[in-house]
């Protein structure tokens, strides 16, 4: 077994305790093959986020006519999916941005069906 370099565990991932190593975080993504949990965290959001969330909203918002509902829980669920892409990539930055951009546009979308 090769030996890792200091502050990297065997997926090739930087320590997140180790502030110097902070900006090469996501210098190398995960390990293929290697049996790495980003898999199972991002088809868990797809499938949370995709089915049960945003399907209903959008269903909500066919079944009253509220066209911009639907638009915005559309556009939800678009930012949602490319999270979980993000998360196959080991992106933990922009997977936070399109979490929180989703969050936004389904606020925003429940507000159509409220008010």
Known sequence: MMRE????DEYGSASPFDPDDLPNLNAMGPAMGRGSDF????VA???VFGALII?????????WGHR????????????????GNALL?????IYAL???IAAVMLIGSTLTLVI
């Open 5 to 8: 370099s200091l502050g990297q």
């Open 39 to 42: 898999e199972k965290y991002a």
């Open 45 to 47: 959001v797809i499938i």
């Open 55 to 63: 399907g209903g909203l959008m269903a909500a918002s066919m079944n």
């Open 68 to 83: 911009n509902g639907f638009l915005f829980a559309l556009g939800g669920a678009t930012a949602a999916w490319i999270s």
């Open 89 to 93: 990539l080991d992106r933990p930055r």
């Open 98 to 100: 399109f979490v929180a």
